[in-house]
């Protein structure tokens, strides 16, 4: 009975929707080229999700990172972290490539990254770290930047390759 007027809802839900689309004209739609949307040269990206998972395990973490795009599609990623925990202090610095090759919108597509750097810990131990990365990054026309991403991470300190997710905020300058 209830499976009955919800299917009933949603079918006069979706025929009122396709409705009141019809009624938008092409005129009404205003397409950009190319060549008239803003041209990002930098993305700024936060990675809150280290932060957040870091404050669950009772550690900090922050990571940074900037991109400046050396072509249309192609960027050098900066990126900056910082980590505490357990009274050891970590910092990697980490820097490499970054691509969107195929694009629906300026920067906006499949999303690679790979990058390796240094690490060094309070302890005195330094080291080599990397990590890729493969997803979709989003920027909006506003400047907006979301980039999920799933991939590996290894460090010589830990010496185990792991999977590193990201959701990365920022903005587009």
Known sequence: ?????????????????????????NNDVVKTTLKEQQSFKTLVKFKPL???LGAIMGSFNFEVAGVPYVHPNIGIPIELQFAYANKVTGVALMTGI????????EKSGLYLNYEAGCLFVSTGDFG???????????VAKRGFV??????????T?????????????GFAL
Do not use: W
């Open 50 to 52: 280290a932060t957040i």
């Open 1 to 25: 009975m209830y499976v009955n007027k919800l299917l009933l809802t949603l079918f006069i839900s979706i025929f009122c929707v396709c409705v009141f689309a019809q009624n938008v004209s």
């Open 98 to 105: 970054e691509a969107v090759p195929f694009t629906y919108r």
């Open 146 to 155: 979301f980039t999920p991403a799933v991939g590996f991470k290894y460090d």
């Open 128 to 138: 080599f770290c990397t990590a890729g990365h493969i997803g979709y990054q989003v």
């Open 157 to 169: 300190l830990v010496k185990t390759v792991g999977l590193h997710i990201m959701f990365d905020f």
